[in-house]
């Protein structure tokens, strides 16, 4: 299994930018999918989950109306669209998948892209 996550770099206050996961090692359309960040210094925040066909979408409170998760089966690659973001001192995203049916802990993840938010 290998996640590779691109799309992060410097972006300003307000600013918007895509994060992109590109998966092998499994057949991506039978799996959940998630992304996960973590700022400097601080543990993991749950940002958004995506079920196997992409119906099914789930967020955190703190980036609701703000992110979009999406996938595209056909290409093995997860999306994250984000909005109107934040300051914050370069959290790394993370790609992760979920065992088979969603259920269980997380059991994959990409190496993380770092998003700083700055002016």
Known sequence: VQLVESG??????????????????????????????????????????????????????SVKGRFTISRDN???????QMNSLEPEKAPLYYCAKYPKCGLGALDYWGQGTQVPVSS
């Open 8 to 61: 992060g770099g410097l972006v300003q206050p307000g600013g918007s930018l895509r994060l992109s996961c590109a998966a092998s090692g499994f057949t991506f359309n039978n799996y959940y999918m998630s992304w996960v960040r973590q700022a400097p210094g601080k543990g993991l925040e749950w940002v958004a989950d995506i079920n196997s066909g992409g119906g099914g979408i789930y967020y955190a409170d």
């Open 74 to 80: 056909a290409k093995n690659t997860l999306y994250l």
